[in-house]
């Protein structure tokens, strides 16, 4: 299984990114994919999650209307992170998780940094 991340980088607050995730070889369907973050000192934390199935999504509290995740191509296993109003408190390696049955893969994680 490849996962590919692309997108992140250095922004001043209030910017914005756009994170990118796809993912190939799998041999199953895919459940689920979205995105979590860790910060320095911190515990991985779900930031945002694309059910394929019931084309549902999820969002932590900190980040609900301001990000928006996506699935364009439904022949792709690949979600979108669309990142708004960036605050340093955003700051962390974001990581494309990828759910399938009981197991679950793993970008090699993009560093988004904000900051003025």
Known sequence: VQVVESGGGLVQP???????????GLSFSVYAMGWYRQAPGKERELVARFRFSAKSTDYADSVKGRFTISRENPRKNAVYLQMNDLKPEDTAVYYCNIHVLSRDYWGQGTQVTVSS
Request: hydrophobic share 25%; with cysteine; aromatic share 0%.
């Open 14 to 24: 209030g910017g914005s990114l756009r994170l990118s995730c796809e993912a190939s």
